[in-house]
């Protein structure tokens, strides 16, 4: 189990020892950082026949949107960076209890029987998706995903991946997967429903001359956030671990510099789950701004719950948003949508 105090604990023992050299204080960024306007597109008059619930007007396979990014990396390339939570079939009977509103959409509308690979008309649907979202961005960060649904984009589109239970990243060849030098983790306690992933994987550019030797590192992490506090908590001590032991490799590699993010389905408000990552990280993290609305909560309301947050590991980086129809054809409709609920 990750408790955010243990990592906490952890990360001051690690920056005593190591002179705090690797404390993160010193490469704390500023100087690029600034709000981003809103990805959303300009909201226009909600039509007086709208009811607040989006029904078949929601002609998308999954009651989240994905939410895409531009990670500008110390070394002066980038990394794109696409989160998604697709909707496991296997929970697919929420939608239809109505409680988000998404009863008629073309989530059920799409919840056919189960073809011979044993995928429904909207599954192929996500995989439409997902190839288009292949060809836009570097990896593709997946929650809910069934093990058919990724052996079909795998085996279709030639990409590689790396996985945690239902959390997934995929990746084409324009990045290369450094090998592990931080291990996954997994949410325990109450309301972690036992089977919650947080995956972290290193990356960079393949382009990159130094690869071999760790380059500019994107350390990314993956994760679908149980809905407590206490989840969120382990979260970021996990991110904040994952980070200082960074510092200690950055010391004995010579790495360049590096960003870590971590993105997901996160189950909170994101400026709640800003306030997380300050409590327990004195402020190192950064929210990504400007990113649009995605998803329908329980409570037929709209919400931000993907999101991501970033961190400089070391040099100069910053993280830009990506606006709707940049990272979807015609995904701004949807996103006009939500903000007329």
Request: one cysteine or more; proline letters at 5%.
């Amino acid at each position: 189990t990750f408790s955010a105090s243990f990592w906490k604990n952890l990360a001051a023992q690690i920056n005593f020892q190591m002179g705090n050299q690797c404390s993160g204080k010193m490469f704390k960024h500023t100087e690029s950082y600034s709000a981003m306007q809103h990805a959303s597109p300009i909201p226009q008059p909600r039509p007086p026949d709208f009811d607040g619930r989006v029904g078949a007007l929601w002609e998308f396979p999954s009651d989240h949107l994905p939410i895409g990014m531009t990670v500008n990396l110390p070394c002066g390339q980038s990394i794109r960076v696409v989160s998604w939570n697709v909707l496991n079939t296997s929970y697919i009977h929420w939608i239809y209890k109505d409680e988000q509103g998404m009863n008629g959409s073309q989530i059920t509308q799409l919840d056919t029987e189960k073809d011979s690979n044993g995928l429904t008309a909207r599954d192929r649907k996500v995989i439409q998706l997902l190839h288009l979202l292949l060809q836009r961005y570097d990896i593709v960060v997946l929650q809910e995903a069934s093990n058919g649904l990724v052996n079909n984009i795998v085996s279709s589109s030639g990409c590689s991946y790396v996985c945690s239970q239902q959390v997934v990243m995929l990746y084409g060849p324009t990045v290369t997967q450094l090998p592990a030098t931080v291990s996954n983790g997994k949410y325990s306690g109450k309301g972690g429903g036992g089977g919650k992933s947080i995956l972290v994987a290193d990356f960079c550019p393949s382009s990159s001359s130094s690869a071999a030797a760790g380059g500019s590192l994107l350390r990314l992490i993956g994760t679908h956030c149980p809905c407590n506090n206490q989840g969120k908590e382990q979260l970021v001590g996990h991110a904040n671990w994952a980070c200082d032991v960074f510092y200690e490799q950055a010391q004995e590699q010579q790495f360049v510099g590096g960003v870590c993010v971590v993105v997901g389905d996160m189950n909170g408000y994101g400026r709640s789950v800003s306030k997380i990552f300050d409590k327990w990280s004195e402020g190192l993290w950064y929210p990504v701004e400007g990113l649009h609305l995605s998803h329908v909560n329980a409570g037929n309301k709209s919400c931000d719950y993907d999101n991501a947050h970033w961190r400089p590991l070391k040099g100069q980086a910053n993280v830009d948003p990506h606006a709707p129809d940049d990272t979807l054809p015609n995904m701004s409709a949807l996103v006009q949508l939500l903000l007329w609920k």
